[in-house]
Every structure is written in C-alpha cells, then in structure tokens.
C-alpha cells in the first residue's frame, strides 16, 4: 500500500529520495516524507501532508549529505491524514518507514507508554521507532537492535531505518510487504517496487519474508532474522529486463492513457515465445505432467475478472474452473478434488489476500500456479509454479494493460491445458490478436468518443450489462468506471437486469453493453430492449452483424472489428478503458491517483 525508498551512495540523497516516491505515488498519496543526514551530520527529517509534489516543494533547495536516506508515501491505515502521522518516525537516534500493519500494536503501545515513551502519533509505525531505539540503547548495535525488536512484533512490514550514529548504514527488513534492492555502482536502493530506482539500475534483489539487510553504498548483506549480523551475506542479484521509458508519460496525459495504448505491445511481450502452432506455454509442459481434474481460480478486483474470462476458456477447453475472491477463499474449507490446481492471479504479484489464499491451497497440498507482472514477485517465489505477464511496470493505479495482458495468458493456458489439440482458428485468433487491438485503437478517433463521454458524464446511473464472456467485460468495465470518476457503476449480467436491477432503469441512466459473445447475442439484445422499454439509454460496444435492427435495440453502438469473440475482448476492453479514462478527465479527476486507492493492496 505505502511506498517505501532508500539510498545508501555517494550521491545528494534528497533529489534521488524525491524522484523515487513519485515513481512510487501510485502506492499512496495521503502523505510523504524523507529523511537524511545534512552538512552538520545530523538526521533531518522533513514531512508533509498531500502528494509528493507537495514535499518536492518543501525540500527544493535541500540536496543532503552522501550517504543513507530514506523516503516514504503513504496510504493511511493507523490514524488519518495528519501531519504527525506522516513518515518518517523519530525515537531518539531511530528514523524509520513503514509499510504494512503491526497487529499487536496495542499492547506495545501500552508496554512502551508504562516504560515511559510518549507518543506523537497515532500510528502502529511509531511503536517500531520506540522499539528499535530502546534495543539501540542496550549496546549501540544498530542492525543487531532492529534485528531484536522485530522479535517483539507480530504482524506485516516491509521497514527502511537510520541511525544517526552509523550515516553510512542503511537497515531494511520485509515480512509481508515487498522490498526490492537496487544494486547499482558504487549506491544501493531499496524500494517497495522496482520503478523507484529503475532509471539507476536493473540489478535486483527481492527480499523474502522475515529477512533483513545492512545496505552501504559499496556493500549488502542479507540475512534472517533469526540469525546475527555475522551470518549475513551478500545476496546475488538478477537483471530484469523491464525499459526506463516505461516509467514516464512521454507525451500522454497520463499513465493510464499511455498503458491503454501499451496494451498491444503487452500483450505481445507475453505471448513472445510462449505460443506456436507446435508448442504452447512450454512453462507447463516442463513443469506439469498430469492436467488437472479442476481448476480454482483466486483473485481480487482487475484480475478477479480476468479469472472469470480464464473459466470461460478452460471450461471451452473441457476443464472445470471456479472464480473466488480471495478474501474469501482463504478462510473456507478447500473442498476441490485431489489433484486441482489453484491458480492466484496478482499484478503486482504482492495481494494479501492472494498470496493467503495459495498458502492455504499448498498447505492443503493442491498444485499452485500464479501469474503475475512483477519478477520476484511474492507470488513468484511462493507459488510451485508462477507465469509471468511481460507488461512492464504499470504506473495507474487503474489497471489497463495488465489486464489486457493477462487474459492473453489465460488464454493460452487454456490451450495449453486443452485435452485435444488446440483448433486452428483459436490458435491463430490468439496470435492476431494484439495486431488487431493496435489498429482498432489507431483507428478510434478521439473526436467519436467526445458525445459518448458527455452522456456518460451527465447520466444520473451507468450501468454495464453482458452475457456469456461479456459479462465480466461489464464488471470490469464498471470497476473502472468507478476507480477513476467516483460515479456509481454496477455490472450485472444481461440475464439478471430482470430479477431486480432494472427497478432502477428510468430517463437519465445509461447501460453499457460489449457485445462480442455472439452465441448469446440474440438473448441480450432482448435484455436491452428491456432497458429501452422503460426509458434508459443503451450504448451498445461489439461489431454489427447482419442486419441487428439498430432502431429496436440501442440508442448508440460504438462499432468493433467483425472479428471473432477471443479478439473481439481485447477490443471491448479497450473502449470501456478508453471511456472511464475520458469521463474522469473531463470531470477533472485526478486518473492515475484516484482518491483512497493503492495499485498494490499489501495488508489484509
């Protein structure tokens, strides 16, 4: 949720601090703040309430001292937006940041206060200040203090820490939230995701949990945090692949409209090598044997739609497949066959409630797969198997092409996991498909869509409806909808508008419909005759085929290629991100930022 940067160089920390939280804004925009060593050596900390850009302003004429730094944004959990919860903390020498919660909080709050610590915040953070620092005390050993104190919690973080006795060290430490190291020449980053210092270096290093390391600008050690600081040793680092310019706008608006428009060439990264007529997804083959009797998918928001789309394509392919929200899933009884597979699907590859659910299915011994975006991700090292989307870093907190990206793998591990050979026109849908988004979205011209977001910004509702493969294009087109316009927006399916939703159609609401689902087409253009009957307005999106009678069934239809369904979700997908992304910006909205999200929901 929180982001987190640190610097151990021989570089001014502060502008290095300020550049990396605003790579890390789509983490939480509540509050930032850093802190350094000045020319006199000591820490100072500087911390404000609002966006990065706020702090950039505080600390424009500050460059700091070579040497270890932290910087912190936050997504408020413990306490509200103030300026004293902001990060960093301070407890006599200790300076830390924060990501995650401390479950036993409270009875460290009510300890610490009995030994006498008064607190400024209200903050589950202070408490690890408090901790750290009467370690300290104990035998001025900083990495060994933190080390000990983090026996006393119980809970999730990802820490970075200073000490104003030792500006040369840097100690971070991780259980839970991600914390990935930056190993560059002669300087160390630490950050919750790799975007924060990707314009420095592509050597990284992901933390697993409950482990800890000292950072110098020429040294890392990394070790356990059961054992002593001598034990610890220097980790070996991996190059990712994932190019600096996808971390700015170029000439977009915004990351979201940029990523849209990336959705082609997301796609094709992830299907690189991984798709012929010959050989599909070869990750499966080398390390399943047996094909699974079902399939339980378990995912939270964007990609909880991508895994209903994912059922569609198993179930095509003779697999029987379920759809859980992961916050859900873990705490129920896993009544699957033996031999199932569950398969957790997270962007980020860090979802609470995602990786709870794999660990309670591989505890349970059923096969995991995950598929996420990010290398070294959480999901990659827990899950027995993990499939990688090649999307690069996605900066809004609205997922675009991730999404986009990982239907496509969904996609071809339906075919992968298909008991007869894949059919050919599938096979050769799939490998078009990514094209075909390209010149549909070339050929979309802004100007078309201007009356569509006008009636969209003045309806009273908006509604998204669709049946059969449709439909989890309409909840995942009124999720977007609603992130990023703060308007409310439901999807339902087609079927079920008459068992109660259309008690709210009337003048002023409109229903978005895609419509590439052709073997239900006739059916839900009944369903939107309904609509029409009572005074809503239908605003078709799909292909028109034959002669669909356009006067009957929708008042407006936003026209896709007449290509067939596994191409045509790609197209639908992209229209239903292109119209959230122009209403929030016609309404002013903030759209890579929207209010009270986090692209990374790391705590439960």
């Known amino acids: 949720m929180c982001g987190i940067m640190g610097y151990s160089g021989l570089q001014p920390p502060v502008p290095l601090l300020v550049s990396g939280l605003e790579r890390l804004e789509y983490r939480g925009y509540d509050s930032s703040g850093v802190a350094f060593f000045d020319d006199f050596g000591l820490i100072s900390v500087v911390r404000a309430v609002g966006k990065v850009s706020v702090l950039k302003e505080e600390v424009k004429d500050l460059a700091g001292h070579p040497g270890a730094a932290i910087g912190h944004i936050r997504w408020a959990t413990h306490g509200g937006v103030k300026l004293e919860n902001a990060h960093p903390h301070q407890s006599g020498p200790i300076v830390l940041v924060h990501n995650g919660i401390i479950e036993n909080e409270q009875v460290l709050r009510i300890r610490l206060k009995g030994e006498g610590i008064l607190f400024q915040s209200e903050t589950d953070s202070e408490v690890l200040s408090h901790l750290v620092r009467l370690e300290y005390e104990k035998d001025r050993n900083f990495p060994e203090a933190v080390r000990r104190a983090l026996g006393h919690v119980e809970g999730s973080y990802a820490l970075a820490i200073l000490c104003q006795n030792d500006p040369a060290d840097l100690v971070v430490a991780r259980n839970g939230p991600p914390l990935i190291l930056g190993l560059g020449e002669g300087e160390t980053f630490a950050a919750s995701d790799i975007p924060a210092f990707l314009h420095f270096t592509r050597q990284v290093f992901s933390m697993e949990n409950s482990t800890i390391a000292l950072i110098r600008h020429d040294e890392v050690r990394v070790g356990s945090l059961d054992q002593t600081v001598e034990s610890w040793k220097t980790p070996v680092s991996r190059t990712i692949s994932w190019d600096p310019v996808f971390a700015e706008k170029g000439a977009y608006r915004h990351f979201m409209e940029k990523e849209i428009f990336e959705s082609p060439r997301a796609m094709m990264d992830t299907l690189a090598d991984r798709v012929s007529f010959g050989n599909i997804l070869p990750e499966i083959a080398r390390k399943a044997h047996e094909k699974p009797p079902a399939v339980a998918f378990v995912a939270c928001g964007t990609s909880w739609h991508a895994a ?283 759209v890579d930022q929207p209010r009270n999200l986090a692209k990374s929901v790391t705590v439960e």
């Open 308 to 590: 209903l789309l994912g059922r569609s394509f198993l179930e095509q392919a003779g697999i029987p497949a379920f759809v859980e929200i992961a916050s859900e899933f873990r705490y129920r009884r896993l009544l699957l066959p033996p031999g199932s597979w569950v398969i957790g699907i997270s962007q980020s590859g860090e979802t609470a409630d995602t990786l709870g659910a794999l660990e309670a299915s591989k505890r349970a011994g059923f096969f995991t797969l995950g598929i996420s975006n990010v290398p070294g991700s959480s999901l990659e090292r827990e899950a027995d198997l993990c499939l990688l989307t090649h999307a690069g870093p996605e900066i809004g907190v609205a997922s675009t092409k991730a999404f986009q990206a990982q239907v496509a793998l969904l996609m071809m591990l339906a075919l992968a996991l298909s008991p007869a050979p894949p059919r050919e026109d599938l096979l050769e849908s799939l490998i078009r498909s990514p094209h075909r988004l390209e010149l549909f979205l070339e050929s979309v011209p802004p100007e078309s869509l201007d009356g569509r977001v006008e009636r969209l910004r003045l309806s009273s509702l908006v509604m998204f409806a669709g049946r059969g493969l449709d439909y989890p294009l309409a909840l995942e087109g009124a999720l977007k909808f609603k992130e990023i316009t703060y308007r409310p927006a439901d999807g339902y399916p087609g079927g079920e508008l008459k068992h109660g939703p259309i008690a709210l159609i009337e003048p002023g609401v409109t229903v978005v419909a895609p419509m590439v689902d052709r073997s239900l087409r006739a059916k839900e253009i009944s369903n939107l005759r309904e609509i029409r009957a009572r005074g809503g307005y239908v605003m078709a999106i799909g292909p028109l085929i034959g002669k669909d009678g356009h006067e009957i069934w929708y008042d407006d239809r936003i026209e896709l290629p007449d290509d067939p369904p596994w191409s045509g979700i790609y197209q639908a997908a992209g229209i239903l991100q292109l119209l959230a992304y122009r209403v929030a910006s016609a309404l002013g909205n903030d």
